[in-house]
């Protein structure tokens, strides 16, 4: 009796099958990419009149902006691209204090 309940069951209300959400295609980022070109350029062609600060500051931003493209663009493992995310975190953290250290040398000291 449970069968035929069943079976009638799913002739009158079938179950649909759950699909996984497509992933929405990444762009191709180009303003990222221009802001990578942007700061590349300025660290080479300013290199000779930027302090240390600011050259490591200057540094550590590109390499923050590279690891978010490959964040988003990169087709690694899983634990790779943990790596790749901390050490964008990481290296945008020290660019904005050494540009906060950057700030007190030129205003305040």
Not at 23 to 31: H, L, N, Q
Not at 43 to 60: A, D, F
Not at 61 to 90: D, F, P
Request: aromatic fraction near 12%; proline fraction near 3%.
């Amino acid at each position: 009796m449970s069968k035929q309940y069943k079976k009638l069951q799913q002739k009158l209300h079938p179950k649909e099958k759950k699909t996984a959400p497509k992933e929405k295609p990444v762009g191709k980022d180009y303003v990222l990419l221009a802001v990578i070109g942007f700061i590349l350029v300025v660290t080479l062609g300013g290199w000779e009149y930027m302090n240390t600060l600011s050259r490591s500051m200057y540094i550590l931003l590109g390499i923050s902006m590279t690891c978010n493209y490959l964040q988003r663009h990169a087709k690694w493992g899983e634990s790779t691209m943990m790596i790749i995310s901390r050490v964008g975190l990481v290296t945008i953290g020290f660019a904005v204090a050494l540009f906060l250290v950057s700030l007190y040398y030129q205003f305040f000291a």
